[in-house]
C-alpha cells in the first residue's frame, strides 16, 4: 500500500503552512549537502597541493571529519523531514474523508508505510459501544482473539491499554502484542490498532515510532469519530427522504 500524493503546491506557500515548512526544509537540506560537496572537492585539491606541510594537513584532516560529521547529522535529518511529510500527508487523508472505510484504510497505509508494520489488526467498538469488533486484520496474528469477529478481553496488554487509554509496548507474557495503540477521543477509546510483528527491515520501535504512534492514535480516533456521526446523520437522513417520498405518495 502506498500514500495518495498530494500536490505541494495544493497546501499553498504560506509561511505558517507545515507542508510548505517541510518543502522548504528539505530545499535547505539538499543546498547544503551541495555545499558539503564542493567543500569535500576542495579539501582534496588542498591535500593534493599541500606536500608534507604538516600544520595544513591538520587543518584539512580537522575539516574533512567536520564534513562527514555533518554530512551524517543532514542524512538524519532527511530522513526525518521525510517521514514529518509522510505523517502530513497520512493525517491530512485521514481527515479529508468521513468514508468510514477510507479512513480504516488510511490507518492501515499509516502502520505499513509508516511504522513498518507486517502484522496487525484494528479493533473498533460498535455503534452501541457493546462490542469491540476486529473491523481489519493484516497476517495471521498467532493469538486466541484472531479468529474471532470481536474481542472479548484475555490480552493483558491490549486489556491494560483499553482500561486507561494509554500507549503500550510488549512484549510481555501472554500477549504476542508488540504495540498498542489506543484510539481515543474526548476521554473514550473507540478502538485500538494492535502491531503484531513489523517488517524485516524493521528491527524495532523506536522513539521517533512512539511520537508518531502518539499521533496516529489522536488523528486516527477523531477521524473514525467524525466518520461514524456523519454516517449516522445520513442514514437517518435517507431514512427521512424515503419517508417524505411515502408521504407524497400517499
Given at each position: 500500500m502506498a500514500f495518495r500524493e498530494q500536490n505541494p503546491n495544493a497546501a499553498g506557500?504560506?509561511?505558517?503552512?507545515?507542508?510548505?515548512?517541510?518543502?522548504?526544509?528539505?530545499?535547505?537540506?539538499?543546498?547544503?549537502?551541495?555545499a558539503i560537496e564542493e567543500a569535500s572537492q576542495s579539501v582534496v585539491q588542498q591535500r593534493a597541493s599541500s606536500?608534507?606541510?604538516?600544520?595544513?594537513?591538520?587543518?584539512?584532516?580537522?575539516?574533512?571529519?567536520?564534513?562527514?560529521?555533518?554530512?551524517?547529522?543532514?542524512l538524519e535529518v532527511e530522513h526525518q523531514v521525510g517521514r514529518l511529510m509522510t505523517l502530513y500527508v497520512a493525517t491530512y487523508q485521514l481527515h479529508a474523508t468521513l468514508d468510514p472505510a477510507d479512513v480504516q484504510s488510511t490507518i492501515a497505509e499509516i502502520a505499513v508505510n509508516l511504522i513498518?508494520?507486517?502484522?496487525?489488526?484494528?479493533?473498533?467498538?460498535?455503534?452501541?459501544?457493546?462490542?469491540?469488533?476486529?473491523?481489519?486484520?493484516?497476517?495471521?496474528?498467532?493469538?486466541?482473539?484472531?479468529?474471532?469477529?470481536?474481542?472479548?478481553?484475555?490480552?493483558?496488554?491490549?486489556?491494560?491499554?483499553?482500561?486507561?487509554?494509554?500507549?503500550?509496548?510488549g512484549p510481555v507474557e501472554g500477549s504476542p502484542?508488540?504495540?498498542?495503540?489506543?484510539?481515543?477521543?474526548?476521554?473514550?477509546?473507540?478502538?485500538?490498532?494492535?502491531?503484531?510483528?513489523?517488517?524485516?527491515?524493521?528491527?524495532?520501535?523506536?522513539?521517533?515510532?512512539?511520537?508518531?504512534?502518539?499521533?496516529?492514535?489522536?488523528?486516527?480516533?477523531?477521524a473514525l469519530f467524525a466518520s461514524r456521526v456523519y454516517a449516522r446523520a445520513a442514514r437517518k437522513l435517507r431514512t427521512l427522504e424515503d419517508l417524505i417520498k411515502l408521504v407524497k405518495k400517499g
Open positions: 506557500t504560506d509561511n505558517g503552512d507545515p507542508l510548505a515548512t517541510l518543502m522548504r526544509a528539505r530545499q535547505l537540506i539538499h543546498d547544503a549537502q551541495q606536500g608534507e606541510i604538516p600544520e595544513r594537513e591538520a587543518r584539512l584532516a580537522r575539516a574533512e571529519n567536520d564534513r562527514e560529521e555533518l554530512a551524517t547529522r543532514l513498518g508494520a507486517q502484522q496487525f489488526a484494528l479493533l473498533l467498538r460498535n455503534e452501541d459501544g457493546s462490542a469491540l469488533e476486529i473491523r481489519m486484520q493484516e497476517g495471521n496474528i498467532d493469538a486466541p482473539w484472531s479468529s474471532a469477529a470481536t474481542y472479548s478481553g484475555g490480552d493483558p496488554l491490549v486489556d491494560a491499554a483499553l482500561l486507561d487509554g494509554v500507549l503500550r509496548f502484542v508488540l504495540v498498542v495503540v489506543p484510539l481515543r477521543v474526548q476521554d473514550v477509546t473507540v478502538g485500538a490498532l494492535l502491531i503484531t510483528r513489523l517488517l524485516s527491515h524493521k528491527a524495532k520501535l523506536d522513539e521517533e515510532d512512539r511520537e508518531i504512534l502518539d499521533l496516529l492514535g489522536a488523528h486516527a480516533a477523531s
